[in-house]
């Protein structure tokens, strides 16, 4: 099986030379121990606490268990054995070395808990996103997503939309790319059985694992729209607080993200519901049983799930570079004035709109001139995000860029 370059090695390499711990978390089976057994298999012995000798070891007896595995460590999952962060502090404090300990989780917000208590100054963070199309085509580094005219001239990737839903369909999960006979629809429902069976037992005391299952396909079906709790929870056939507490644990545990919408003080009309997005189109595509890319591409779910397969590529677009907090938003008021997507920068706004259309119109910004308004920010270049091929200009401030180069 060919290992997949990421984007983010480069930063890696950056935080172990530069803290004494690195922490990389991550969903499962993102490719965090094949990450970080490529870069520094050969400085660093590698234990997994999924191995019920290790972790028991682990809990028994921590200091033990550092004698018994000297030197540089890569310890995997290591929200497993909370035990260790009181003993990874004291060894860490005796000596100035940075990188002794690289670690991995992929339980965020119980590490973080830990970290915060025992390791504080010492550690640097990286959260590893599924892959993005770029390490798929294998077409190199890519800057953080911004709209700006230099583009026009840019080269755009050789791949046909067909081929562009293939991949949006399938999924970014490193091991179907790996292996590329892996039936997704079996690899997916491998994964919803083994994150419902072992992940979410351990993160909370969830009483029927087939009510969380339902919830998280009647999540998946909900993609791009405004989060409405109580929809969902009678869907569901829960609460409202149940329905708040299960999708902080799809978010914390890097399933899904939700995105805030912008506010400021010159909006008054601003709606507060967040918008939610799942990482990996694959999932939420298996999940709303989805069956062929054709299907998705031309059934009524294709605009969400575009959208969706848009905004986890623009996140990526800054997590591969380090970026912890995407400046990210988006806008829907009480008259009915939407932005898909909002990148804020250095007190610009780029407002963007997400469109299946391969001819989009200047009528598709129509409500992007309400940013005006924000004070102590200026309006950037707008962007139609379209099925085209080509990056070119719709109007002296219109930018059309192709959903296949973000």
Same mark, same amino acid.
């Given at each position: 099986?060919?290992?997949?370059?990421?984007? *983010?090695?480069?930063?890696?390499?950056?935080?172990?030379?530069?803290?004494?711990?690195?922490?990389? &978390?991550?969903?499962?089976?993102?490719?965090?121990?094949?990450?970080?057994?490529?870069?520094?298999?050969d400085q660093y012995r590698y234990v997994s606490l999924d191995d019920i000798n290790?972790?028991?070891?682990?809990?028994?007896?921590?200091?033990?268990?550092?004698?018994?595995?000297?030197?540089?460590?890569?310890?995997?999952?290591?929200?497993?054995?909370?035990?260790?962060?009181?003993?990874?502090?004291?060894?860490?404090?005796?000596?100035?070395?940075?990188?002794?300990?690289?670690?991995?989780?992929?339980? &965020?917000?119980?590490?973080?808990?830990?970290?915060?208590?025992?390791?504080?100054?010492?550690?640097?963070?990286?959260?590893?996103?599924?892959?993005?199309?770029?390490?798929?085509?294998?077409?190199?580094?890519?800057?953080?997503?911004?709209?700006?005219?230099?583009?026009?001239?840019?080269?755009?990737?050789?791949?046909?939309?067909?081929?562009?839903?293939?991949?949006?369909?399938?999924?970014?999960?490193?091991?179907?790319?790996?292996?590329?006979?892996?039936?997704?629809?079996?690899?997916?429902?491998? @994964?919803?059985?083994?994150?419902?069976?072992?992940?979410?037992?351990?993160?909370?005391?969830?009483?029927?694992?087939?009510?969380?299952?339902?919830?998280?396909?009647?999540?998946?079906?909900?993609?791009?729209?405004?989060?409405?709790?109580?929809?969902?929870?009678?869907?569901?056939?829960?609460?409202?607080?149940?329905?708040?507490?299960?999708?902080?644990?799809?978010?914390?545990?890097?399933?899904? @993200?939700?995105?805030?919408?912008?506010?400021?003080?010159?909006?008054?009309?601003?709606?507060?519901?967040?918008?939610?997005?799942?990482?990996?189109?694959?999932?939420?595509?298996?999940?709303?049983?989805?069956?062929?890319?054709? &299907?998705?591409?031309?059934?009524?779910?294709?605009?969400?799930?575009?959208?969706?397969?848009?905004?986890?590529?623009?996140?990526?677009? @800054?997590?591969?570079?380090?970026?912890?907090?995407?400046?990210?938003?988006?806008?829907?008021?009480?008259?009915?004035?939407? *932005?898909?997507?909002?990148?804020?920068?250095?007190?610009?706004?780029?407002?963007?709109?997400?469109?299946?259309?391969?001819?989009?119109?200047?009528?598709?910004?129509?409500?992007?001139?309400?940013?005006?308004?924000?004070?102590?920010?200026?309006?950037?270049?707008?962007?139609?995000?379209?099925?085209?091929?080509?990056?070119?200009?719709?109007?002296?401030?219109?930018?059309?860029?192709?959903?296949?180069?973000?």
């Amino acid at each position: 099986m060919t290992y997949i370059r990421r984007e *983010i090695e480069e930063h890696v390499k950056t935080l172990v030379h530069s803290f004494k711990v690195v922490l990389v &978390t991550g969903p499962r089976q993102v490719g965090k121990s094949t990450l970080l057994k490529e870069l520094f298999q050969d400085q660093y012995r590698y234990v997994s606490l999924d191995d019920i000798n290790e972790v028991q070891s682990a809990r028994l007896d921590p200091k033990l268990f550092f004698i018994n595995h000297p030197g540089k460590l890569i310890i995997d999952e290591v929200q497993l054995c909370p035990e260790l962060f009181p003993e990874i502090k004291r060894l860490v404090d005796q000596n100035e070395n940075s990188g002794q300990f690289i670690l991995t989780g992929s339980q &965020t917000f119980s590490l973080m808990a830990n970290v915060s208590e025992s390791l504080a100054g010492r550690v640097g963070l990286i959260e590893l996103k599924p892959l993005s199309t770029r390490e798929i085509l294998g077409k190199g580094k890519k800057e953080p997503f911004k709209p700006s005219m230099e583009k026009i001239n840019s080269i755009v990737p050789e791949i046909s939309y067909p081929e562009l839903w293939k991949i949006i369909h399938r999924g970014s999960l490193p091991e179907l790319y790996r292996q590329p006979s892996l039936q997704a629809e079996s690899y997916y429902a491998s @994964y919803v059985s083994t994150f419902i069976q072992r992940d979410v037992r351990q993160i909370t005391a969830i009483q029927n694992l087939s009510l969380f299952n339902r919830f998280i396909s009647v999540l998946a079906a909900r993609i791009s729209q405004e989060l409405n709790y109580s929809s969902i929870a009678q869907e569901v056939g829960v609460d409202q607080k149940t329905i708040k507490s299960w999708i902080g644990i799809l978010e914390a545990s890097g399933i899904v @993200y939700i995105i805030q919408t912008f506010s400021n003080n010159q909006l008054k009309r601003v709606t507060k519901a967040p918008v939610l997005y799942f990482f990996d189109t694959g999932l939420a595509a298996y999940l709303g049983r989805w069956k062929t890319p054709e &299907t998705l591409q031309n059934g009524a779910y294709s605009g969400a799930i575009l959208e969706n397969y848009c905004v986890s590529e623009i996140i990526k677009s @800054y997590s591969n570079q380090g970026v912890v907090h995407y400046p990210l938003f988006f806008y829907r008021d009480k008259d009915q004035r939407e *932005i898909d997507l909002i990148i804020e920068e250095s007190g610009t706004l780029y407002p963007i709109e997400i469109k299946s259309s391969a001819s989009p119109q200047p009528a598709m910004t129509r409500h992007m001139a309400i940013l005006e308004k924000a004070q102590g920010f200026r309006l950037g270049l707008k962007t139609i995000l379209a099925q085209v091929d080509r990056y070119y200009l719709l109007s002296e401030d219109t930018l059309v860029c192709p959903i296949k180069d973000i």
